[in-house]
């Protein structure tokens, strides 16, 4: 982006290169402000973690994803799109990721507890630079047993890039977590470049076809085909398999009838404060407002 902004710059006059100057030194500052308010918010705990339903149906809740926001002190909520990047790139994410996991095994504790939310399975996205941390596998184990949270409710996301190098290494460290019953979803499924014979070595419970398939799914033909061939994929490997971003009934109902048995997005509900995401567990399992089946169930 910025050598393209130079050159259309350079190409148009000194006038226009001052400005576009102007505009980089100003991303440059904002970045260096993040940075450093990153760094404070790292060790002040400064976030919090919403969560967002899955489900298998609109009153058929099995799950939700964990998903974090930065609720800044002078600039508002800041999208994780925004700093997970950033905190990548400096390494914060490592701890960051530890107060992430550590957070969301205290609420699978806590929803064990009540009746409307046990059962319920927490997904928690692993960023590659903490996976391949030596003691990532130690430290999982260290946060279960410190939290006391079950390993069969707590699913790790990850995405294909974190999964392209050393497929050994990777392969026994989700071989040791998965022993303890954590579950692992494939995130972002069909954006990246794993190939069908990573997949098959891959010990994966889930594939999480991206949000990108699902957009224009009613429209685009080719879309379609690749979420029922994703579907189908995980069906053969034995894989569970989920739509993210489902936006409305057509799209659900559409995902339903070529076979996708679970579904993410913001016609179900929206990434939600925990106070909220109970409230709107609560609604959907009210008798009124069940599928007209008559009972909710959980997985
Ligand atoms: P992701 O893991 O693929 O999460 C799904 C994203 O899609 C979330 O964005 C969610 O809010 C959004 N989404 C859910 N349903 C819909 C829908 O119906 N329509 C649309 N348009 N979007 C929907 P969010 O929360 O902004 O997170 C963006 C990305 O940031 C995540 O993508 C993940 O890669 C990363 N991220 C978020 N939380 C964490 C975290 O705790 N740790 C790490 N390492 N990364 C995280
Ligand atoms: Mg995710
Ligand atoms: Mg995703
Ligand atoms: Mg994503």
């Known amino acids: 982006r910025a050598d393209v902004a130079m050159y259309h710059a350079k190409a148009s006059g000194r006038d226009r290169l001052c400005f576009f100057d102007e505009e980089m030194a100003r991303a440059v500052r904002r970045r260096a402000e993040l940075e450093r308010d990153l760094v404070k918010a790292v ?14 149906g609109p009153s058929w809740p099995v799950g939700a ?7 800044h002190p002078e600039r508002g909520l800041i999208s994780p799109a925004e700093f997970i990047p950033l905190a990548e790139e400096t390494g914060l994410i490592v701890p960051l990721g530890w107060w992430i996991l550590e957070n969301a095994c205290r609420q699978l504790v806590a ?7 046990a ?21 999982v184990l260290e946060i279960l047993e410190k939290t006391e949270a079950d390993p069969r409710r707590l699913k790790l996301e990850l995405t294909e890039s974190t999964l392209a190098s050393d497929l050994g290494g990777i392969i026994d460290k989700m071989r040791v977590l998965k022993q303890r019953g954590i579950g692992f979803a494939l995130d972002d499924f069909g954006t990246g470049y794993s190939s069908l014979g ?12 991206d949000q990108s398939f699902v957009r224009d799914v009613l429209t685009d033909p080719n879309d379609a085909a690749i979420a029922r061939t ?14 993210e971003g489902v936006e409305t009934p057509e799209q659900w109902k559409f995902l339903a009838e070529l076979g996708c048995p679970a579904y993410q997005g913001y016609y179900f509900a929206r990434p939600l404060p925990i106070e909220q995401f109970e409230e709107t567990l609560r609604q959907m399992l009210a008798p009124a407002s069940s599928d007209g089946q008559g009972t909710v169930k959980f997985e």
Do not use: C, H, M
């Open 43 to 56: 060790e002040t705990g400064q976030f919090v973690l919403y969560y967002q339903l899955q489900v298998r």
């Open 65 to 71: 994803e964990a998903l974090i926001r930065w609720p």
């Open 111 to 117: 929803w064990e507890r009540k009746a409307e939310t």
């Open 119 to 139: 059962g319920l399975t927490l997904s928690v996205n692993v960023s590659a630079r903490q996976f391949y941390q030596p003691d990532f596998v130690e430290r």
């Open 198 to 209: 990573y997949l098959k070595r891959l010990p994966l419970d889930e594939l999480k076809i």
């Open 230 to 243: 994703i579907v189908a994929l995980a069906e053969s490997l034995g894989l569970q398999v989920i739509a």
